[in-house]
DNA sequence: AAAGCTATTTATAAACT
DNA sequence: TAGTTTATAAATAGCTT
């Protein structure tokens, strides 16, 4: 009556496969829910990005993804083993990746426009300047239009410089430590750290 | 020497962003090691596979899997409806709160600009009609030009649309109480259930 | 950014409903 | 198969240094 209280509450237990199958259904269950609980946590509390797959005894796939487990796990393998894409941007802030897309499809549409615009600039530019070459009205407001078409090119430039670098802080890769200036340089595999259960368990599996 | 002693030990916190960097730091740290413990412990306890993605704050990529991240995701993927894979690639990424007031900034300087050039077309269209009406040449080329104009005024206008909706989104996505469940967050899509932070926490970060 | 140290808060193993 | 309870095992917030 003294040495072992098997005791109500909870008990120690070895962490190896658990036999009995329906005990390590409900093992499962409530276990994947507080992992899933410190998955969250550790989310909001630092503002971190994270996915958790768990595939179940009966291969059923559960997850848990902050903003969501596909643009984790694509961003994750498109790092790792394959040297990163293009200068291609990757980007944006938002806790939705269908708006993440959204953003960049508009950007990038911006960019487009900016290129346009440019073009639009020399050509209008060219055009004056073959105009005035050509004659008859020497007119001061000819004179302004010039003037003005000129500052329409350098706001246009300008605009242009603007919206690179926005386009180009927005979609930097989020490689290396610096807060937002990392650059796609080499995928470096130091990046990476990868842990396993056996760092915590010396069982085979 | 009774009442209040501000303990030494653990104190409960509420689960929001960490403001204090140092501390998210720390917090970042001991929780992530905490989680994969937890990720390998049911991996064991119940001889599932379970793989798990975390970005640091500086977008360092942390992971915990077994067998490995790689398979797992692969598996996981490879049973979600295929995502449609727009023409731009997955370079959809999240970036962190401190940007999108920086990217607002940047976005406003751009609609200036925006602004700024419109009335520059404007000014130019006016000029280009009283120059028209005014006399002389009737050239081809002011045919163009004009038309030209008028092309780039569109533009303008075009660019300055998409802008604003684009500041849009940035300036009310991060208040947005709706969660992105919609992809197939906390309900059960065939073998998949997806949980997020919101089932934990009703508090948009 | 790294290690210990508590004092508490959490997470939970089993039993129970 | 899933909640509730109980008593205990673990995790960890705030400090050291």
Known sequence: MVSEKPAMGRRKIKIEKISKKNHLQV??????AGLFKKASELSTLCGVDI?????SPAQKAFSFGHPDVDSITRRFLS???SPPSSGL???IETRRNANAHDQIVELTRILVHI????????????MRRADRSRC???SPIEELELHELEQLRGALEELKKTVARQV????IEPTSSLPFLAVNGGGEVGDFVTYTRFLYEPTIV
């Open 115 to 126: 290129e346009a615009e440019k073009k639009y600039g020399e050509v209008l530019d060219q």
């Open 136 to 138: 008859c009205w020497e």
């Open 89 to 91: 941007p990757q980007l």
């Open 168 to 171: 180009n802080n927005i979609l």
């Open 79 to 81: 790092r790792s083993p």
């Open 51 to 55: 996915a958790v797959i768990v595939f």
């Open 27 to 32: 093992t499962f269950s409530k276990r994947r």
